[in-house]
């Protein structure tokens, strides 16, 4: 077997062993990783690479370091969820970094924690006056979550006594042109509606939609294959189950 048909094989077998490792070891968003996750990450991503391209060994003892490392991290999530100890040793805890409008500086010294790094990410969260913040916390992921005083927090519909409205979740009718059933019959509704509600929008068949969701207020969203605009929208007011 030449050495192009070595690497096809082994690297079909790394992806499928990383793949299944990755399912064991659960999801987590990239921004939620934590410096050790970080790290486990490119130790066994390393590992792969290596069983798929390091011709001059043999597979089996990469395949056994990937599976080292998998157990050893499965093993640690295990302790960290039944001891709490563990797992602000292996992941860290959060730090105030902020009390009062006032930077404490010794929590962020122990965090390894740069003073322009906490104003960056200020910023992003649209908060350029740090006397508007109550309290700053550095969580394990590195991002700092805020609470802004009282004074300097947006006003919501209750404050202004203002209805409220549901805001969920719009339900998906047609997808790419085929019509979703199950969750047209989630909505009590039949396909003798969904053709009334395309032929209002002067839509003749459910093909010339690209996408239609029924939002949780009632109304109908229609994108058609043809539309030639940006941002393509048609509406019908449609009072149902909602």
Known sequence: ??????????????????????????????????????????????????LTTDLTSRAWPHWVGLLTWTIAVLLLQVIAIKWRYASKYIDGEPAIVIMDGKILEDSMKKMRYRLDDLLEQLRQKDIFDIMQVKYAILEKDGQVSVLKKPEFMNATMQDLNLPIRSNGMSTEIIYNGLIIDQNLRQLNQDIQWLYEELRKNNVKSPSEVFFMALNQDGTLY???YSDHVQNPVIISDYKGPY
């Open 1 to 50: 077997m030449n050495e192009a048909a070595v690497v096809i094989v082994r690297g079909i077998i790394a992806f499928f062993t990383l793949l299944i490792f990755a399912r064991v070891l659960g999801k987590q968003q990239i921004s939620q990783l934590t410096f050790f996750d970080y790290i486990l990450g490119i130790t066994i991503g390393s590992s792969a690479s290596s």
């Open 222 to 224: 229609i994108d058609k």
